[in-house]
């Protein structure tokens, strides 16, 4: 999927949760395409993808075909996103998502398969405690997982920079990436309708 595509439809989510057709939560991302094509380029099909409430892209880009997601997004499910045929799973629950990674993880190494998992969280899930206990149990017990830290310094309306005066970025870590984005869209919603 190219940069204007996964734009475009992001564009027509907000359009249709603006004029009130989508009647649940939604969020949405914007500014990240390309580090997350380029991140995709070495996370194979049989690969695990699972995150938070943020993954319209994820899905798009790991194989999930663009009108089940929309028919997905549009029947409420936009932050809760599960499609295993596909290997994607997601948690709406800020930090839900990180044991079950690391749960299928674990699963993958007991049975000496082949694929990774791909954790995708915010940056201030990963100044959190429990990403901190699932990255060093994933590390000291040799798990096919990575991280990958999504860092627009937003914890819904809060920098996370000024939460915790200053930020510590996991940088160095083999098994963490992290990029850097600004989105034009607000945490929820699509900066028109008050979604609740």
Known sequence: MTREELIAFEDEIAALFNAGRIPHPVHLSNGNEDALIAIFKTI???DWVCGSWRMHYQCLLHGVPPEKLKAAIMGGRSIALCFPEHRIVSSAIVGGILPIALGIALG??????TERVWCFLGDMTAEGGMFHECWKYARNHD???RWVIEDNDISVCTPTSAVWNGKTYWDG???????VYRSRYPHAGAGTRVQF
Do not use: H, N
Not at 108 to 113: D, V
Not at 173 to 179: A, H, K, S
């Open 44 to 46: 194979r099909r049989d």
């Open 108 to 113: 993958i190494k007991r049975r000496s398969g």
């Open 143 to 145: 798990l096919p997982i």
């Open 173 to 179: 870590e083999p098994d963490i990436e992290r990029y």
